[in-house]
Nanobody, 118 residues
Framework: QVQLVESGGGLAQAGGSLSLSCVAS????????VGWYRQAPGKQRELVAT???????SYTDSTKGRFTVSRDNAKNTVYLQMNSLKPEDTAVYYC????????????WGQGTQVTVSS
């Protein structure tokens, strides 16, 4: 089992920055992929960014150039640095840990609220 705990959410003004953390604990195997997702009220959960255990990152068009995902494997922590925030970035942000070799081995955190005011 793996437990994920997000932190760092809060209120920011448009154009501001926030940094989220996702700390993993439990039986964490190598080869995992951690993704940041978000869900705004009334909308489906959407992917924001991913990072492999080797550090390969990917972003969606809406966050590329503004958000940066990174990880510290020694601390079992993944970060999401969010810059140039927009009101449309307002959502609950979740981290997700998965293993490409087993699509059923997926873990989610409880989420952290990010609110961006205009």
């Amino acid at each position: 089992q793996v437990q994920l705990v997000e932190s760092g959410g809060g209120l920011a003004q448009a154009g501001g920055s926030l940094s989220l953390s996702c700390v993993a604990s439990g039986s964490i195997l190598s080869g995992n992929v951690v993704g940041w997702y978000r869900q705004a009220p009334g909308k489906q959960r959407e992917l924001v960014a991913t990072i492999t255990s080797g550090g390969t990152t990917s972003y969606t068009d809406s966050t590329k150039g503004r958000f940066t995902v990174s990880r510290d494997n020694a601390k079992n922590t993944v970060y999401l640095q969010m810059n140039s925030l927009k009101p449309e970035d307002t959502a609950v942000y979740y981290c997700r840990l998965s293993y490409p070799q087993n699509i059923f081995d997926v873990y989610w955190g409880q989420g952290t609220q990010v609110t961006v005011s205009s």
